[in-house]
């Protein structure tokens, strides 16, 4: 591959995070920032066709999608509103507000299909309850679907069927609402032949758990009735408290927080058969049957897992292996000095990692461990963004900076880049790459598309795109 690929570098200003997935269409690159602003680019140069700006930070994905002849761009927000912008003008077209609860965000990318946008709602309340005066917990899950003409909702199922209301307190004493939680952070999985679509959820904040957690839910297309759940990891209730030393909000439960943030992926299998590809934050990766509502057909662990362990955003597969990266970012913990408040810095010598499993058995191709941080600090080599599989090659960036190419074959790796460093940019703005996390590159028209910059989790802050030409 191509040892100097960069073509041209956008940076976005006051940014120090992004976590919105870019979408190419005819020519164009568009994109949503920490900042709510959302650019349409030219693919090949980075020109500015077009900016506009929404409510709050661009948190999902891009879709783009023709609707009654027009190409229209849908996306969440980090307030839980969904959009629908021209694509040729970016002037609004409509926004809906898809939870009522004041902690909601959208992260779940919507996927479009016979004009319909099918999405998910996760919230920051989890988040919330470290402040020791907070009742936790009253947010629940959902998915809806929504008419991508004018934004109406044509249906809603929510994740926990109960309202959340008053529960026993803790044994600590707190208060509690519940059931609640059991977010859905990424993109369904829509299988239109059966009008089915699949969805991977997240973990109960408050007591009692609930059987839709930590679960992929099988829903009607049409109606959003639930067909099918299968539940990978039962009672786990966790919230951010659990962190804490006096834990005043963690529920009883204390569980392991093994969301999954990753969609699943549908293939097909050489016997004939249909399986569905996961991967999940306790670090195991499962190939489930879609058809007989979700028997594991097999199972494979890469990693220990945790809060921000196992397989983070996703795996990817070419239709032969499936292929994860591992986060398991750690954390070396001291004591700020004259106090009992901890101090968290990235553990340099844990978490990362590279493998591919054959998606009819589980057997495990190749393991590729990652280089290392070596003396750069802070850093972690943890690899908790999705990652891209194109034909010979898989894609995964990694909190350390480096966007690498490992071989489909055998895992070697085929390139690496390092993005932790100041670009020159094509619109002027100060650019410095940083940690890759959450969302994947994109592979369109010779060309690959990749973010960098995340000082999430005490890491490398940056706020570029970077386009590289795929060469050979």
Not at 449 to 468: D, I, M
């Amino acid at each position: 591959m191509d040892s100097k690929p960069v073509k041209w570098v956008f940076a976005f200003p006051d940014t120090a995070v992004l976590r919105s997935q870019p979408a190419v269409y005819r020519g164009r690159v568009f994109i949503g920032s920490q900042d709510g602003s959302v650019y349409a680019l030219d693919a090949e140069t980075g020109c500015v066709h077009w900016t506009t700006t929404v409510q709050a930070e661009v948190r999902s994905g891009i879709t783009v999608a023709e609707v009654e002849g027009k190409p229209a761009l849908f996306f969440g927000d980090s307030s839980g509103y969904l959009y629908g912008l021209d694509g040729a003008t970016g002037k609004q077209l409509w926004k809906l507000r898809l939870d009522e609860h004041a902690a909601a965000k959208a992260t779940s990318t919507p996927m479009f299909y016979q004009g319909r946008l099918y999405i998910g709602v996760s919230s920051l309340e989890e988040a919330l309850s470290v402040a020791p005066a907070y009742v936790c917990c009253s947010f629940r899950g959902s998915v809806s679907a929504v008419q991508a003409t004018d934004g109406k909702v044509l249906w809603k199922t929510y994740m926990i069927e109960e309202t959340p209301k008053p529960q026993p307190k803790t044994k600590r004493g707190s208060a509690v609402m519940g059931p609640s939680g059991v977010g859905v952070w990424t993109a369904p999985t829509l299988d239109t032949d059966r009008d089915v679509m699949y969805v991977t959820t997240g973990d109960n904040y408050s007591d009692p758990p609930t059987p839709f957690s930590d679960a992929v839910v099988a829903l009607q297309m049409s109606t959003g009735r639930i067909l099918w759940s299968k539940q990978l990891t039962a009672g786990d209730a966790w919230n951010s408290s659990c962190y804490l030393a006096g834990k005043v909000n963690c529920p009883d439960s204390d569980g392991p927080d093994f969301d999954f943030a990753a969609s699943a992926a549908l293939v097909s299998l050489p016997n004939g058969r249909r399986a569905l590809m996961l991967g999940q934050k306790s670090g195991m990766a499962y190939a489930i049957d879609p058809d007989r509502r979700g028997q594991i057909l097999w199972q494979a662990r890469v990693g220990k897992g945790g809060t921000v362990g196992g397989i983070e955003w996703g795996g990817a597969t070419d239709g032969r292996n499936f292929y994860v990266a591992l986060s398991d970012v750690a954390f070396e913990v001291s004591l700020k000095p004259g106090t009992n408040d901890r101090l968290y810095e990235l553990d340099p010598k844990q978490g990362g990692g590279m493998f591919a499993f054959r998606i009819d058995n589980g057997r495990r191709i190749w393991q590729t461990p990652p280089p290392g941080c070596g003396d750069r600090r802070p850093c972690s080599p943890a690899q908790s963004a999705a990652v891209t599989a194109i034909p010979g090659a898989v894609f995964s960036g990694s909190l350390d900076g480096h966007l690498r190419a490992y071989a489909t074959t055998n895992g070697k790796i085929l390139w690496d880049y390092d993005t932790d460093r100041e670009f020159k940019t094509v619109n002027g703005v100060p650019g410095h790459g940083g940690a890759l996390d959450v969302g994947g590159p994109i592979v369109a028209g010779g060309m690959l598309f990749a973010t960098s910059g995340s000082a999430q989790r005490n890491g490398l802050p940056g706020n570029v795109l970077l386009a590289f030409g795929l060469g050979r």
